[in-house]
Structures are given as C-alpha cells and as structure tokens.
C-alpha cells in the first residue's frame, strides 16, 4: 500500500465506449502524473498535474482527456480508443514535483481495447 | 533528451547471492536524480532507492546499494543476498531539469532456489 489508489484494476472497453479510470492519493502530495506501460516499451508519461494545473501533456491524442479537480484525485477519460491503447496505466503522485522527490505509484489499471 | 539504458532485458541469481543490474543514461545536464524502481507481478511501481548526482557516496538501503559512476553516466545496482522476494521487473529512471521520470526498458531480475 503505497497510498495510491487506482480504480478500476480492470476495465475492457469497446472501441466506441466512453470510460474513465480514477486515481486517489492519500499523501498529501500536489503533483499528479498519469503513465502509460505498454508490453516491450518504457514506460511513457502522459500527463502531469501539479497543484491542479496540467504542467505536461506529452503529446497525448485528445482521445485521452486528463481531469484533475482537487491535489488528491486525478481521472483518464477514455473515448473511441483503439486497440493499440490496451496498456497499463499507472497513476502517481509526488510532493511539488521538483526532480528529486520520489515519485509514488499505484498498482495501475489494466485496460484492454477491444 | 534524457534517455536511459538497461542493456540486460533479464538477468538470474540464486538465491543468497548478489546479482548487478546495469544502467546507462544520457544526459548533459550536471544537477539530476537517478532512482531504481522494482515492479512485481502485482505491478504495483516500488522505490527500491535513489541517488543524487551531486553526492559523491554511493546510496544504500539494506541488500541494496548502487554503483554511481557520474563520468561514465552509469548507474548500476546491486542485490546482495538475493530473496526469492527480489524476482521483478526492475526499472532504472533518471529525473533533472525537465521535471520528467524518464525510464529504461527494464531488467526481469528471476531468483533462482
């Protein structure tokens, strides 16, 4: 238990479905991150929110739209994905973000695309 | 931009000995963090320990200590007493200026009884 909390563990969609996946941290943190893990690629940052703000949208297609109301939750809304984006996704959380604060991580969300 | 290199896609100990994983980055910048992270089957990222660049001593926790070699830009790890509880994906990760977690590919690290 590393006090992020990532739901659904789980969730397949069809191509034409809208989804979201949530994250919640009870850390305390201001900094928010969405990754993406993918069989033989590192892992890819998506988005970075950091008291609220997005500071980072790493050239993420729109069909994935970050939410981020308060410092302690975060959502991916999913809409008319494709399979390529079946991946773990993985959420985190960090004190202000600056580079040497460590980085929490959840257990992630499987998502398949079918 | 940053890249980070794990040469060994999977690497094997047995158990009670010590095993090294490698890594390799890339950088220009002088003032960054390098930092270990172990994914087991659950997925779940775990901080294994972490380096800053400007600290000459090499970081320890327990059966883990890291080999920081800044000229050569080389981060390596090393398990000592391996535990069956070591098996994992074992990720290093680089992080300076851009604020950016920056991952190698990874190590399947397989403790052999």
């Known amino acids: 238990e590393t006090g992020v909390t990532q739901t659904p563990r789980h969730l397949v969609m069809g191509m034409t479905n809208k989804k979201s996946l949530k994250c919640e941290q009870h850390l305390g943190h201001n900094a928010m991150y969405w990754y993406k893990q993918s069989a033989k690629k590192p892992l890819e940052l998506m988005f970075v929110y950091n008291f609220k703000e997005q500071t980072e949208n790493n050239s993420v297609p729109s069909r994935f739209s970050p939410e981020c109301p308060n410092s302690s939750h975060l959502f991916l809304h999913l809409h008319t994905l494709q399979p390529e984006d079946s991946a773990l996704y993985l959420c985190?959380?960090?004190?202000?973000?600056?580079?040497?604060?460590?980085?929490?991580f959840g257990e992630g969300s499987w998502l398949t695309v079918v | 931009a940053q890249t980070v290199t794990q040469s060994q896609p999977e690497m094997s100990v047995q158990e009670a000995e010590t095993v090294t994983l490698s890594c390799t980055y890339d950088?220009?910048?002088?003032?960054?963090?390098l930092f270990w992270y172990k994914q087991p089957p659950s997925r779940q990222m775990i901080l294994v320990i972490r380096q800053e660049a400007y600290k000459q001593q090499n970081a320890t926790e327990n059966r883990f200590s890291v080999n920081f070699q800044k000229a050569a830009k080389s981060f390596s790890l090393k398990i000592s007493d391996s535990q069956l509880g070591d098996a994992a994906m074992y990720f290093c990760a680089f992080r300076g200026g851009s604020e950016k977690l920056v991952f190698g590919k990874g190590t399947k690290l397989t403790v052999n009884p």
């Open positions: 950088t220009s910048e002088s003032d960054y963090y």
């Open positions: 985190a959380s960090s004190q202000d973000s600056p580079r040497g604060n460590t980085i929490y």
